[in-house]
């Protein structure tokens, strides 16, 4: 029997090991993603958005991540390696505008609850998720791969499309 922990307890209460057992593992997060103003489009850094201000995800995934598994190959020293690299804690859940629609922080935070097809709901496989088209499997490029002044090219919307 699954203790559904994430249905009663707010997220800034869990435990460590809660919170991280949250992550579906996507991977949706190690996408590059601009900021497009009304007038210029241009990659920058903030943390909040503006008004008439979107986000647009893109297919090209980070270095590091091994895209078959969805997992970070350099998870422990990810933060040092790449500065851009986003880990949301309890602390920044104001960044979590940053996350797609269907990442586990944002559902929860959102009061969405988690899907159905999310890893804690099935035994903690990965493999729902992959069948359901939730996690970036099989659909990236690599950014050392592409030209990044040419990201517009790359835009996709599977990043923000949610099931459940
Ligand atoms: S460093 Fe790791 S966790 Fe961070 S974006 Fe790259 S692959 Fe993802
Ligand atoms: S988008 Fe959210 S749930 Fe998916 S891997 Fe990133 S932090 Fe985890």
């Not at 996408?31 to 920058?44: G, N, P, Q, S």
């Not at 939730?134 to 659909?139: D, E, L, T, Y």
Request: negative net charge; glycine residues 4%; contains cysteine.
């Amino acid at each position: 029997m699954v203790d559904k922990y994430w249905e009663t307890k707010p997220l800034e209460n869990m435990s460590d090991r809660e919170w991280e057992d949250l992550c579906d593992g996507c991977a949706k997060c190690c996408l590059h993603k601009f900021i497009e103003d009304e007038d210029v489009v241009e990659a920058v850094s903030t943390d909040h958005l503006k008004k008439g201000e979107n986000i647009h995800y893109t297919n090209i995934a980070c270095g590091l991540l091994n895209t078959k598994t969805c997992a970070c190959s350099k998870y422990m020293e990810r933060t040092k390696l790449v500065p851009d690299c986003v880990k949301l804690t309890k602390d920044n859940l104001k960044d979590i505008f940053f996350m797609p629609p269907s990442c586990s922080y944002r559902r929860l935070y959102e009061g969405r609850g988690l899907p159905s097809w999310h890893p804690l709901l099935n035994k903690g496989k990965k493999s729902a998720m992959h069948k359901n088209g939730m996690s970036v499997r099989g659909k990236t490029v690599y950014e050392q791969d592409v030209d990044l002044e040419q990201f517009e090219d790359y835009i996709a919307l599977w990043p923000v499309q949610d099931l459940d």
